[in-house]
């Protein structure tokens, strides 16, 4: 069973940074994109960065400029440093990962999120 761990989340003051990390574990499998998601209390979860095997990389327009996402294949990781914190950035992230496990797939998996808040 894939799982997705995610840490670096908390609390930091507007125009502060942040650090987010995913490893997935468990099991023999191929990971295609992998990405992060936030959810703010009551909005829809959206998208804030995603990032392919290769290294391309997309990201949502609120974000462009003061995030960027990272990844090692090798180690099955993707992190977010996130600059120039708001407090509209203050959400649960999520992280998440297109798996394909043996000729199966692609499989969405879901880290079970980290809480970060922007506030003074």
């Known amino acids: 069973q894939v799982q997705l761990v995610e840490s670096g989340g908390g609390l930091v003051q507007p125009g502060g940074s942040l650090r987010l990390s995913c490893a997935a574990s468990g099991g023999i499998f191929r990971i295609n994109a992998m990405g992060w998601y936030r959810q703010a209390p009551g909005k829809e979860r959206e998208l804030v960065a995603k990032i392919t095997s290769g290294g391309n990389t997309n990201y949502a327009d609120p974000v462009k400029g003061r995030f960027t996402a990272s990844r090692d294949n090798a180690k099955s990781m993707v992190d977010l440093q996130m600059n120039d914190l708001k407090p509209e950035d203050t959400a649960v992230y999520y992280c998440?990962?297109?798996?394909?496990?043996?000729?199966?797939?692609?499989?969405?998996?879901w880290g079970k999120g980290t809480l970060v808040t922007v506030s003074s």
């Open positions: 998440n990962a297109e798996v394909y496990i043996g000729s199966y797939g692609p499989y969405n998996y």
